[in-house]
């Protein structure tokens, strides 16, 4: 998947991340911006530790890393 429909993947499953190359100078001002770099970064200041492990699930299960057969509570 592009760095673009993961982000909106994730938007849909209402997880906000952001592309490294938004906090990265170099990437910006070269040719790295343009090459397919599925980094990101995941803002969690203030959630309580049962709301991050739900985000990283639904985020999880929205970029398709998980299934409803891969979750063995």
Same mark, same amino acid.
């Given at each position: 998947?592009?760095?673009?429909?993961?982000?909106?993947? /994730?938007?849909?499953?209402?997880?906000?991340? &952001?592309?490294?190359?938004?906090? @990265?100078?170099? %990437?910006? !001002?070269?040719?790295?911006?343009?090459?397919?770099?599925?980094?990101?970064?995941? /803002?969690?200041?203030?959630?309580?530790?049962? &709301?991050?492990?739900?985000?990283? @699930?639904?985020? %999880?299960? !929205?970029?398709?890393?998980?299934?409803?057969?891969?979750?063995?509570?």
């Amino acid at each position: 998947m592009s760095a673009k429909e993961l982000l909106e993947r /994730g938007r849909q499953a209402g997880i906000i991340v &952001r592309p490294v190359t938004d906090f @990265h100078v170099i %990437a910006k !001002a070269n040719a790295y911006k343009a090459e397919a770099v599925n980094e990101f970064v995941i /803002g969690y200041g203030g959630l309580s530790c049962e &709301r991050i492990e739900e985000g990283i @699930h639904r985020l %999880a299960m !929205a970029w398709e890393f998980l299934t409803d057969e891969t979750i063995t509570d």
